[in-house]
Antibody, heavy 121, light 108 residues
Framework: QLQLQESGPGLVKPSETLSLTCSVS??????????WGWIRQPPGKGLEWIGT???????YYNPSLKSRVSISKDTSKNQFSLRLTSVTAADTAVYYC?????????????WGHGALVTVSS | EIVLTQSPATLSLSPGERGTLSCRAS???????LAWYQQKPGQAPRLLIY???RRASGVPDRFSDSGSGTDFTLTISRLEPEDFAVYYC?????????FGQGTKVEIK
């Protein structure tokens, strides 16, 4: 059974870099069938697709975040990671890692439990 | 960017009633690239329907969708207690993929 688990600091200072890792079990991120991505949800608000990475390492990002975001993968550990630079309070959100079928984030059939990241000094 | 607008923001219904949720796109979206999710408090969203009315694994058949072009509908034929939640539509026809702002289905 596929499981995704986010890990990383829950508190990040303004202007610093948010880093999260998603550990995948039950499937290989090297599979060409799927994409692996990140979605976020500010408290009490809706969902925003951040970006995805595919089996070959090609990445696709939401233009609204493209200048600050990078997604990478470590096939040997079956993990993929998110980095978001120059964070502000507006980046406070629950960050989900997920598996999806298309380069632009949909449909998403498996989600991690989510990691709350708060941006505050 | 394709903007999705969901209505109503909140739908107050009783168990056993029919729920009809709307999702309107700012430009044409193929129904093959529209999905619906359910989210309960403190949980990740759950995929319900995608790719031209395909139900995800384990989703009961009381959930169905319809629509084309810019207007789409999620129908819950008979609300069960576990169906009270927030529902999101998503389009992945264009990049970036975008979500609607959600419809909360609450117990009347």
């Amino acid at each position: 059974q596929l499981q995704l688990q986010e890990s990383g600091p829950g508190l990040v200072k303004p202007s610093e870099t948010l880093s999260l890792t998603c550990s995948v079990s039950g499937a290989s991120i090297s599979s060409s069938t799927y994409y692996w991505g990140w979605i976020r949800q500010p408290p009490g608000k809706g969902l925003e697709w951040i970006g995805t990475i595919n089996y070959s390492g090609s990445t696709y990002y939401n233009p609204s975040l493209k200048s600050r975001v990078s997604i990478s993968k470590d096939t040997s550990k079956n993990q993929f990671s998110l980095r978001l630079t120059s964070v502000t309070a507006a980046d406070t959100a629950v960050y989900y890692c997920a598996r999806d079928y298309y380069y632009n984030g949909g449909p998403i059939d498996s989600w991690g439990h989510g990691a709350l990241v708060t941006v505050s000094s | 960017e394709i903007v999705l607008t969901q209505s109503p923001a909140t739908l107050s219904l009783s168990p056993g009633e029919r729920g009809t949720l709307s999702c309107r796109a700012s430009q044409n979206v193929s129904s093959s690239y529209l999905a619906w999710y359910q989210q309960k408090p403190g949980q990740a969203p759950r995929l319900l329907i995608y790719g031209a009315s395909r139900r995800a694994s384990g989703v009961p058949d009381r959930f169905s969708d319809s629509g084309s072009g810019t207007d789409f509908t999620l129908t819950i034929s008979r609300l069960e207690p576990e169906d009270f939640a927030v529902y999101y539509c998503q389009q992945y026809a264009g990049s970036p993929g975008t979500f609607g702002q959600g419809t909360k289905v609450e117990i009347k």
